[in-house]
């Protein structure tokens, strides 16, 4: 060993302990929302004295209480501001946290394990919103999200399309020549996979994007590297040695955006959901009904429920406050069951990476 391994682990504690500073703070958010005030001395009082008492041979208590004392000043601080939260499925610079960004820079965005933790905790109102993906223009849809949206008591607020660019990424100093093994979910391997194939990489599954960078940043694994956006390559101080190395260029996600509430704005598009009986022409007459009132349908998906049972999900252009577009969803809902609208709202369209977007 020597001082320049010694610093390199320095800098990776320290790596590790900023991030879990930004995880206790966003934990100290989401707190706020069951308080009924900010401050809480019984609750500051039992950290300091736990803090205290804890053996750390080189830590003496003052030193840890000073530390301490900034950490609970800085989480009230946070609290104050008042934050509004939206959840992502992924680590800290995931597709969906890039996604959320676009939307709207303003939210704080604080990451789930799991599709369902996004829309529980949005659905007991612990988050004000969720972002999912939909749909990858090469992978097709996610099953698993729409039947979420099916079965959550929960509406759509928003949704955004964005390119999706990925990247080859390594610790900075990586010598490219020495990369043997690629990393990244399976899904973002499979985009990529005749960069892998012509460069003779192997690719190791991993179970996030942004969760097989952060490992890279944390462990630096010899001979390795992973696949993953630019967020992450800035989140966790990783060079972007290719980027845009995705096998077709037009490779996009579509994402929602979900809140508790429906909500109240002048939409262009909205969603519903629905199931028909099991009989021959029963969507058909569905369908027909959007038809006949020149309602464009820009989605239609089939969600199976049970065993030979359906659940639908349309998109259409069109607003909930427009007359002819209530008499519709009232026709719908007569000639459906399980009817619901999911939401009336306005979606994005990124250009590029440089955030060019219609609406």
């Known amino acids: 060993m020597d001082l320049n391994k010694i610093r390199s682990t320095i800098d990776q504690i320290d790596s590790k302990i900023l991030k879990l500073l930004n995880d206790r703070m966003e934990q100290a958010l989401l707190a706020k929302r069951f308080k009924n005030s900010i401050e809480d001395l019984e609750r500051e009082n039992a950290i300091m004295e736990k803090i205290k008492t804890s053996p750390n041979l080189l830590l003496e208590p003052e030193f840890k209480e000073s530390i301490y004392g900034l950490i609970i000043s800085w989480s009230k ?69 729409y039947e979420l949206l099916i079965n959550t008591e929960v509406f759509i607020a928003g949704a955004i399309d964005i390119p999706i660019c990925h990247n080859l990424l390594a610790p900075p100093g990586t010598d490219h020549r020495e990369i043997k093994e690629v990393y990244s979910h399976s899904q973002a391997l499979s985009q990529c996979r005749s960069f892998l194939a012509r460069n003779k990489l192997t690719p190791v599954p991993f179970y996030d994007t942004a969760g097989s960078a952060r490992m890279l940043a ?5 001979g390795a590297a992973c696949i993953s956006g630019k967020l992450a390559a800035e989140l966790y101080n990783l ?63 089939s969600i199976p429920t049970e065993p030979g049972s359906y659940s639908f999900f349309i998109d259409f252009e069109g607003s909930n406050n427009d007359p002819a577009v209530q008499e519709v969803l009232n026709d719908v809902a007569e000639a459906t069951t399980d009817f619901r609208l999911l939401g009336c709202y306005i979606e994005k369209f990124i250009i590029n990476q440089n955030f060019s977007e219609v609406e």
Do not use: M
């Not at 939909?134 to 999200?145: D, L």
């Open 239 to 301: 060079e972007v040695i290719k980027d845009n190395i995705q096998d077709f260029k037009n490779n996009r996600t579509r994402f929602l955006v979900l809140s508790k509430e429906n909500s109240e704005c002048q939409g262009t598009k909205c969603s519903v959901t629905f199931s028909v009986q099991h009989k021959s022409g029963a969507l058909f007459s569905v369908l027909k009904i959007f038809a006949d009132a020149g309602i464009n349908l820009t989605r239609i998906e």
């Open 218 to 222: 944390e462990a630096k694994p010899r």
């Open 77 to 145: 601080k946070l609290q104050a501001r008042d934050y509004k939260v939206i959840g992502f499925q992924g680590e800290h610079g995931a597709y969906s946290e890039d996604a959320a960004c676009k939307w709207d820079n303003d939210l704080l965005a604080i990451p789930c394990t799991t599709f369902n933790e996004v829309f529980e905790r949005v659905n007991s109102g612990l988050f004000d919103f969720g972002i999912v993906p939909v749909e990858n223009t090469r992978a097709g849809i996610v099953e698993s999200v």
